[in-house]
């Protein structure tokens, strides 16, 4: 089976490196066509997905002159552009005079005819779709064989996606999948409204992933930074491609509240993902500038036994100046994509949503904001029982409690009872005002709906069991003694105090759904939560956050803090991978078990090859 890939704007660009990444630590093991749809993509996004791509191939090529096993590096990865740039930049220059000039003009507005469609189509779907009409119309710019498998992903916030993806899923006749990213920057405040519309036009295939945030959370997200719905997505198409049968119909990928941990993603994803952050800390740490300083200053190790650099490079100091320069070269290639994976995940997980990123705070706020809204809906709900009786009884006139029959002391007595209850319902609802801005509004939203299936099946439960009970105080009220009519009085009497609360459950009910109702009218959904956001690197289930920060934020060698920067990010590589099993090595007892005796075209891929090897041993 073939694998093939078309990817569309930005968002196809980050989906193409979370493939390439995959790939590197042998997450991704076939072969795959990737077409890269580069209209509506940043040029510095195209530019990094290629250098990406080119750097794997150029592993993969010396990996693949290596003998024995290895974990990463094995899948072909073939990258290409389409289309050119479009030489007609608008749709008035594509209509030219006459006929076409006039139709172009009663169809199109005048900023949409006049945009260039070079650039991001946003808020432009009619002339995306008129330009992809025109590109595919002598074919697909693909092969599309029958043994094929073909996914589709992209953006549905960019205006190119949207109407890339369609036009291709008319066309395409083979099994085809498409990963749909809803928006996720923030910085459009149209781009969900737009996102939903074009979702409902497309024509999407039998297997369909949607893949995003609440727009709550949108507001949180850094544009152009790593995303988890990037990964994904390529987790997604990984499946699709695996798949002996692959599922029918629209799904969505959701990850466990609380901390984003390992157990979002495919199994084999802690150990190949691990494997290569851990081998890419060994290099940012140790083996790279070991490396580069022996190839540099090959008199350096005269006085020096640094037992796996004699291993792989034992035959540096008798090399010229071009073959040295030749692996410096190799090294420079493997350190770049191996610094590129440490940026890749730090940024995705840096840029986590507020219900992954601060889940501790996210979880107490939700905590706080239901037991609050409980007691409001509570206590609203009694308030309304008892003003709904005081006016059928006729002790209430104009919110003020009297009755003719009453002493004056007693309604003072209930105008008071009224006047605390009330207090507090204000008191619960301004509390709970603040506490909904603290989760933000989708979550606002999550819990009504939750607590509203509370109250119903305890409406059903109440409701139940009042009419049980009158039920039996009926029968055995036809058989009763006289002596036993008293009972059968007390029976009625708890059944009117039943009943009461049957009234104050209801009450609940109506009140929770008409309050649903008015938030989700006003929009509440986009609010996104007020909790502080910290810029340090979130707590996750994936890898220490301490031991991540320290690598990341490594200093350069000439700094006068290296050394000690250096030592801290060394002692806390083992602990990196969680969760700690208690048996990884340390970075020097693991380089100390780094030896060859075998001569390599490659010693850095060799190095590399057996560095993952080594360290998917202690991560499984």
Not at 149 to 171: E, I, K
Not at 247 to 255: L, N
Not at 568 to 588: D, F, I, R, T
Not at 606 to 617: E, F
Request: include cysteine.
């Amino acid at each position: 089976m073939k694998r093939a890939m078309v990817l569309f704007g930005s968002g196809g660009c980050a989906v193409a490196q979370a493939v390439a990444y995959a790939a590197c630590a042998g997450a991704w093991s076939g072969e795959t066509d990737l077409l890269l749809v580069t209209n509506g993509a940043s040029a510095q996004a195209v530019e990094r997905t290629f250098r990406l791509f080119d750097q794997y191939e150029k592993l993969r090529a010396l990996m693949n002159q290596l003998p024995g096993e290895r974990l990463g590096f094995t899948a072909p990865l073939n990258l290409r552009a389409w289309p050119e740039k479009v030489e007609r930049t608008t749709l008035t220059d594509w209509a030219g005079d006459g006929d076409d000039a006039l139709l172009c003009r009663a169809l199109f507005p005048e900023k949409t005819a006049n945009h260039d469609l070079n650039t991001d189509l946003s808020g432009h779907d009619a002339a995306a779709k008129v330009l992809f009409a025109d590109l595919l119309k002598d074919g697909l710019p693909l092969n599309v064989e029958e043994d094929t498998r073909l996914v589709l992903a992209g953006s549905l916030a960019d205006g190119w996606s949207a109407a890339g993806v369609d036009a291709f899923a008319r066309r395409a006749k083979a099994p085809m999948a498409t990963v749909l990213l809803m928006p996720y920057a923030g910085t459009d405040s149209h781009a969900q409204q737009r996102a939903e519309q074009a979702l409902n036009g497309l024509a999407c295939g039998e297997t369909v992933y949607v893949l995003g945030v609440s727009e709550s959370d949108c507001a949180s997200a850094e544009p152009d930074c790593p995303n988890l719905v990037e990964g994904l997505a390529a987790c997604c198409a990984d499946s699709f491609f695996r798949s002996e049968v692959p599922a029918r119909g629209m799904m969505t990928y959701r990850v466990a509240s609380g901390k984003l941990g390992w157990e979002s993603f495919p199994g084999a994803y802690r150990v190949c993902l691990g494997s290569l952050m851990k081998a890419a800390a060994a290099f940012r740490l140790t083996f790279g500038p070991a490396i580069r300083r022996g190839l540099t200053s090959p008199q350096w190790l005269r006085d020096k036994l640094i037992g796996w650099y004699a291993g792989y490079f034992r035959g540096v100091q008798k090399m010229d100046e071009p073959q040295r320069q030749m692996m410096l070269t190799e090294l420079d290639t493997a350190c770049e994509l191996l610094n590129g994976f440490i940026a890749w995940m730090s940024g995705m997980l840096r840029n986590l949503p507020p219900l992954l990123r601060s889940s501790g705070a996210m979880e107490e706020a939700r905590k706080a904001a239901e037991d609050n809204y409980r007691q409001y809906i509570e206590t609203a709900g009694q308030l309304a029982v008892m003003m709904k009786e005081a006016e059928t009884s006729g002790m209430l006139g104009e919110k003020v409690v009297h009755r003719h029959d009453m002493e004056d002391n007693e309604a003072e007595q209930m105008q008071k009872i009224f006047q605390q209850m009330d207090q507090r319902k204000q008191a619960l609802a301004l509390r709970q005002e603040e506490l909904n801005r603290r989760m933000g509004g989708a979550a606002q939203l999550l819990m009504m709906k939750q607590i509203i299936k509370e109250i119903q099946a305890r409406s059903e439960e109440v409701h139940a069991q009042a009419a049980e009970a009158a039920r039996r105080i009926d029968e055995a009220a036809g058989f009763a003694t006289l002596e036993d009519q008293h009972r059968i009085a007390t029976a009625r009497t708890k059944l009117q105090r039943m009943e009461r609360y049957v009234a104050q459950v209801d009450a609940c009910m109506l009140i929770a759904r008409l309050e649903r109702e008015k938030a989700k009218a006003a929009g509440v959904r986009k609010n996104p939560p007020e909790i502080a956001v910290d810029t340090a690197m979130p707590e996750n289930g994936m890898f220490d956050r301490l031991a991540l920060e320290k690598l990341e934020n490594l200093p350069s060698q000439d700094d006068k803090n290296y050394k000690r920067h250096l030592a801290e990010a060394e002692s806390a590589w083992p602990g990196m991978l969680l969760p700690v099993k208690g048996n990884e090595s340390s970075l020097a007892e693991l380089a100390g078990q780094m030896k060859t005796k075998e001569e390599y075209a490659s010693p850095v891929a060799a190095l590399l090859r057996d560095m993952m090897l080594a360290v998917a041993k202690e991560v499984r």
